[in-house]
């Protein structure tokens, strides 16, 4: 039998039996590769991972030249028509829509997407996920085109839609007190609203107390106060006060970039980590992206309170930067897990540029081990939402499954296979993806989904976003001076 005698979408009844030439197992020492095997599903999980199965099975699938890996675990998962693609070749950010102008605040900030394009975008992004083989993802989007926070009605239609593409997430409103204006050419000021950010905060506890476990438990919930520098100790106080009262992940931007840096010295007079460790706030339910700047002394911060860096190499390369290092952090035994972040949401890609910039940034290639980054991608994830269940393929685990085609073209010669796809550099190779035992996405497939369209669709979304920019960037540039082309206009 091949995949395409499985219903797209949909739980195969009975047991299915999926062997190929390699598959990522897990035992009680972590991933081990297992070669011409067997891994058989049953309902939402796993049962037998080893050499041919002796028992019955419904169906027996031989996917041959390819490797059955546990799906990736996103913990910064763009949901978004990524804009900070628009900020790789143009600032600083003041200058570029990426800080709201003092004369933007005025006329009152204003939703640039309508409901049903918020609710477009996650529909879209979330398929884009799939594809590239992630299986959970915590998703992230920006701030500067809203109104102020994310709505509880985007959440619970992602919910939804989450159901019915059959990815698992962990959702929750991002929230906050604040923002940064720029008042003058390069002068920025943080502004407040602590009421504002209460009642954000407010709904976002109301949503993940009502949410959690829907659609089978496909959707968890999480609490996700957006950038550190926009919010106040009260509402950091209250949001993980919650999170232990509730038990929920919470997701914190810090230690990220210089602007932060700044404004924390200047509010705070430390860093972001120092400030939350004086507060008594770091904790092992914190997942922190990206670490970029952090000081050692944060890091030993982190390592202490066993919080988790979510690594997102790619965005970050782009500017030149990067986690520094990722042997150091693991020297300190902190938790490294992995999020996509930008576009191309693409795992295999941010495992490919982590290893390069993790060996250039922090002792060749002793530096970090193909294992180590394909670990961060699956078990760090997995491990930071307290879920042994997800990131490993062993008796027990949820049937979280990409399946990557090591035959492709592209990927000549293969050596070994977890080399042979990290090098290979990119996800487009996911032939197909079970999620909670289901069929989620086989050959590019989605259940309703047109990609081609969707594509349209996107992109002239987009469009009208970027065409919104002048609004709030200073001084209301046209969109052509903004973003002038990378060659001049022949
Ligand atoms: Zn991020």
Known sequence: MTLASLPLGQRPEGRTALGARWIVACDENGHRLLRDGEIVIEGSEVLYV??????????????????????????DALSDLDTTLLSVDYGPGWATGRVWPQSYVDRGPYEMYSPEELVFQKRFAFAQLLRNGI???????????????????????????????????????????????????????????????????????????RMAGRHGGLVQTMLAPDRVETCTIDLLRRTMAASAEMGL??????????????????????TAPDWLARHDLLSERLIAPHA??????????YAAHGVTIAHCPLVYARDGEGLRSFRRCRDKGIRIGMGTDTAPPDMVLNMAVGLMMG?????????????????????GGADALGRPDLGRLRPGARADIAVFDLADPWFAPGVDPIQTLIFGATGRVTRAVFVDGRLSMRDG???????????????????????KYPDRTFGHPAVDRIFPPTYPLL
């Open 445 to 467: 497939a989605i259940v309703g989904h047109a990609p081609d369209d969707m594509r349209r669709q996107a992109q002239a979304q987009f469009d009208r976003l970027v065409a």
């Open 50 to 75: 080893g050499p041919e199965f002796p028992g019955e099975v419904a169906r027996r699938i031989d996917l041959g030249e390819m490797l059955i890996s546990p799906g990736f675990v996103d913990l």
């Open 249 to 270: 992940p919470v997701r914190l931007h810090m230690a990220q970039g210089r602007m932060e840096r700044a404004v924390m010295a200047r509010l705070h007079g430390t």
């Open 359 to 379: 060996r250039a940034v922090g002792g060749g290639a002793e530096g970090l081990t193909t294992a180590e980054i394909f670990d961060a991608a699956t078990i």
């Open 135 to 209: 299986t959970t993802a915590l998703p992230i989007a920006s701030l500067f085109y809203r109104e102020w926070g994310e709505t509880v009605a985007e959440f619970e239609a992602a919910a939804d839609l989450a159901g019915e593409l059959g990815l698992r997430v962990w959702l929750g409103p991002a929230f906050r007190s604040g923002g940064m204006v720029c008042t003058a050419p390069g002068v920025l000021e943080p502004v407040f609203d602590e009421a504002r950010g209460l009642r954000g905060l407010e709904d976002a506890i109301a949503f993940a107390g």
């Open 292 to 301: 970029v700047e952090a000081e050692d002394a944060d890091l030993d911060l």
